[in-house]
T-cell receptor, first 115, second 112 residues
C-alpha cells in the first residue's frame, strides 16, 4: 500500500463548529506532515510529527490542533476557524525523519470551506 | 528570509518540444532539491530528488540540474505530451530536517 488517504474530501463548517480532518498511511513512514495550500499558491508547512511526536509547529494558530494517535494516523482538529482558513489541507508522509533526503508522499487533500 | 522563485507562473509549449522550468533560491543553502507535479485539486506527486553534490539527474523524459553556485535548478521535460500539463513545484530541504520549502510553482500547458 503506497497511498496516503485523507477524509473527508470536502468539508464546509461554520466559524463556531468543531471538526476534524483525518489522514492515514500504511507504509511504515516515520514522519507525517500537515500542509495548507491556498489557490494558486504552494503548500505551506503547518506541522511535522516525527515518531508520533510533534517536532515542528510553524507558528500555526491554536485553532488548529494536530494529533498523532499512532504511527499510521494523523488528525487535525479544527475549532473556531475564520473564513481565511478556507484552503486545501494536505497530509503527507516520509519514510525517514530528521533527514531532508527523502521524498514526501501526499494525500489528495481535504477541501475546507469556512462560512 | 528564504525565497524560492520559479521562473514563470505559466509556460505554454507545443507537443514534442522540450519544456524547461527554472527554480531560483536566495538566502538558503539547500542540501537537497526535489521536484513535484501537482494536478488541479490533487496532492503533489514526487518526481525527482537531486543532492547538492550532484550536477544532473534523469528519470525517463525528465532531467534535473542543480547549480549551487548560481543557486538554481533547471527541470526539463523532453518530448513533451499533453499529459505532462500540470503545475510543477520545486522544493528545498537541508540536512537533518523534515522541513520542505516549496517554490511558487510553474503551470505547464502542452498543446497538441
Amino acid at each position: 500500500d503506497t497511498e496516503v488517504t485523507q477524509t473527508p474530501k470536502h468539508l464546509v463548517m461554520g466559524m463556531t463548529n468543531k471538526k476534524s480532518l483525518k489522514c492515514e498511511q500504511h507504509m511504515g513512514h516515520r514522519a507525517m506532515y500537515w500542509y495548507k495550500q491556498k489557490a494558486k499558491k504552494p503548500p505551506e508547512l503547518m506541522f511535522v510529527y516525527s515518531y508520533e511526536k510533534l517536532s515542528i509547529n510553524e507558528s500555526v494558530p491554536s485553532r488548529f490542533s494536530p494529533e498523532c494517535p499512532n504511527s499510521s494516523l494523523l488528525n487535525l482538529h479544527l475549532h473556531a476557524l475564520q473564513p481565511e482558513d478556507s484552503a486545501l489541507y494536505l497530509c503527507a508522509s516520509s519514510p525517514r525523519t530528521g533527514q531532508g533526503s527523502y521524498e514526501q508522499y501526499f494525500g489528495p487533500g481535504t477541501r475546507l470551506t469556512v462560512t | 528570509s528564504q525565497k524560492i522563485e520559479q521562473n514563470s507562473e505559466a509556460l505554454n509549449i507545443q507537443e514534442g518540444k522540450t519544456a524547461t522550468l527554472t527554480c531560483n533560491y536566495t538566502n538558503y543553502s539547500p542540501a537537497y532539491l526535489q521536484w513535484y507535479r501537482q494536478d488541479p485539486g490533487r496532492g503533489p506527486v514526487f518526481l525527482l530528488l537531486i543532492r547538492e553534490n550532484e550536477k544532473e539527474k534523469r528519470k525517463e523524459r525528465l532531467k534535473v540540474t542543480f547549480d549551487t553556485t548560481l543557486k538554481q535548478s533547471l527541470f526539463h521535460v523532453t518530448a513533451s505530451q499533453p499529459a505532462d500539463s500540470a503545475t510543477y513545484l520545486c522544493a528545498l530541504s537541508s540536512y537533518n530536517t523534515d522541513k520542505l520549502i516549496f517554490g511558487t510553482g510553474t503551470r505547464l500547458q502542452v498543446f497538441p
